[in-house]
């Protein structure tokens, strides 16, 4: 593997999860796999899963890993081509990025969509500089379209979890103080969607995602009426996709907060979310303490899911 951003450059889905399995029976089995080898993980926003599973999981092969929080002691980057740097910005990325590929060997990045222009972020405009210019496998640890890693862990633990071939899978959206980017949500609409799984997504009106993402999926504004059979209920906030309201809150109705109202009418349905959650808005303190919730093993999957990313890189390397 060369890359890995979205659901297509895992390749087969059955196969990862095969990996996956055996990688969680013995996550040291490749540690000879990365000797001498170095992870660089850039990181443009806060994260704690992603960070300590991704070095975890580099840990687990046998590699190097060194972390750069750009916000956090680097230089300020300029990130637009043509801008005349005579503001506080003291390094262009163009610059920055093949300077980070001379001490490593893979690059993982975080970077968030901005919401200051939908074009900037549904180009993955910083996630493909540093593809095409940084000489390294590079790896999404959240970009602005996209949060594959989530994703991986998320289908492991519903294959975990499931209790029939063909589970009823819901994605809600939730309330949030804050606007929040679409990664997730799309990223986990992708991932399902290349599945067989029944596969619902329910939002309120305005709040409808890129059509690419939702592609078969089922759409239904009631979310009662989603959750009705569901096997697992996914959460997640995010912001408005279409149009002018790109990037804006446009609901905090807390009648969409998960709680044992709508887990009533589901199949004992299992409660998922990628975390950080703020409870009591996007779910009940009930239903995220309830054993139906499985959020910290979901969590645990993302060690799992970042071994196999890596390792696949690793044996890409040649
Ligand atoms: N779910 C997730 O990516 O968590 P972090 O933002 O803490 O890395």
Redesign the pocket.
Known sequence: MKKFTCVQDIGDLRAALAEASEVKKDRFKYVELGRNKTLMMVFF?????????TQKAATNLGMNVIVLDINQGAWKLETERGVVMDGDKSEHILEAIPVMGCYCDIIGV?SFARFENREFDYQETILNQFIEHSGRPVFS??AATR?P??SFADLITIEEYKRTARPKVVMTWAPHPRPLPQA?PNSFAEWMNATDYDFVITHPEGYELDPSFVAGARVEYDQMKAFEGADFVYAKSWAAYTGENYGRVLSRDRDWTVSDRQMGVTNKAYFMH???VRRNMIVTDEVIESPQSIVIPE?AN?EISATVVLKKLLEGLG
């Open positions: 926003n806060s994260s704690l899963r992603t960070r300590l599973s975080r640890m959240e949060h890693l989530q997730v990628c975390l950080p969590a993302r």
